[in-house]
């Protein structure tokens, strides 16, 4: 067994997993509302869980949190695992920590969702406009041919500039002025916003830098002026102060390792290996800085609020933060769902936002109406006004390939089937045959153009 175990960890990257998960399951009942008040059953409650525990059990994933509302309503707020002491490269020696409902974790790339709200914030303030050009605010931006990239062009991942020079420094995060130069500098890869290219660090960059400019405060100022302390949260900012550091759940590497030429698209779409981003995201320092792509620090309840705040049209526990017109920019589609240059998979955005899709998208089937943004391909957070849900699945495991796709795709299949839509959409989320025609048809869309 301990051979068996050591193999797991080394070869495919997993950890071990006990029969009886109660130990490792927290929660307080009385965080979760009756189901009956969401307009779901126990049954419904125990099968989404059930998908999340079978997450757990592929071994990819050391801790998971995850909270989930239905009609403005608490119905899931629970971790299993570990925060700390637990990865695949973990001593058995080392300090296990639980997870709890309350452990903040980095939202890598889901920061972006937030960082773009608070751009359209400052639209419907009337301080910007998302057709400025960018040189409007920063007029170094222009050379190179990018004096018509717009503030949308950015936004929506258009913006030809989706990465950093070839092997750049990583330390260049540390320096802002120089990073925003550095940016500026970028020879465009298209022409006025022509291709749709995911921009991992860059785009946020330029969306901090607009803020700074404009405003006078850096991101983090603005967001804890206009969100996070009129909710009450917590945490839900770029970074953490230096004594709360430790609290930050630890993020692992793991699951099957990169090859070629997968790890050359992951090293282009990020500018660093996989592991190094997992390096630097464990590192004091990366929380020290702003990294409005990459780094705000949140609990799995906080960002479900967040998206219970745009469900809500703008507003949350009486408090009103947007305007519904915010909210309705932000959501609508900015293009349609074609290959994405960076990551080379169908995705449909918006001014900031991942898009659901017809048959069958990112946020599961029939999502058509969903929004949201992952977190370094396994953290996810959205909503779907069809379903009237907030979702936030949150956790340590950072793996492409290994045994939780399976696992990864049944428990959206199982939000879905378990989260009724309302009667005017229509469809069966819960039935292959339901979507299988549509989907063939998207892939001919997408391949043939036709």
Known sequence: MKFY???????LGTISVPEDLSPLITYDPADEA??????????????????????????????????????????????????????????????????TPDTPLCQYSASKAVTALLIHLLVERGAISLSDPVMKYIPEFAVHGKHRITILNVISHHGGIPRPPRNVDPDILYDNENLVQMICDLKPTSKDGGNMAYHAVTGGTILGEIIRRVTGKNIRELLTESIREPLGFQYFNYGVPKEDFYKIATDYSTGLPNVFPVSAIVKRALSVSWNDVVRIANQPRFYEVIVPAANLVATADEMSQFYQLLLNGGTLNGKRIFEPSAIQQAVAPAAKMWFDGSIVIPMRYSAGLMLGAL????????????????????????????RDISVSLQTTGKSLAGPHIGPLVKFLFTVGRHCRMNEDVGGDPGSFASFKAPFQKMLRKLILGI
């Not at 175990?5 to 070869?11: A, P």
């Not at 048959?359 to 069809?386: K, L, Q, R, T």
């Open 359 to 386: 048959p069958v998208g990112i946020w599961g089937p029939y999502s058509e109406s969903a929004y949201g943004h992952i977190g370094f391909i396994n953290i996810f957070c959205w909503a779907d006004p069809a």
């Open 5 to 11: 175990n050591s193999f797991k960890s080394k070869v």
């Open 34 to 99: 009756d189901p009956a008040d969401a307009a779901m059953t126990c049954e419904d409650i125990d099968a989404i869980w059930t998908s999340v525990e079978d997450l757990y059990r592929s071994g990819v994933y050391p801790g998971i949190t995850f909270c989930m509302r239905r009609k403005g309503v608490r119905v899931l707020n629970r971790a299993i695992g570990h925060s700390h002491g637990n990865g695949p490269d973990d001593s058995e020696s080392a300090k296990k920590v639980l997870m």
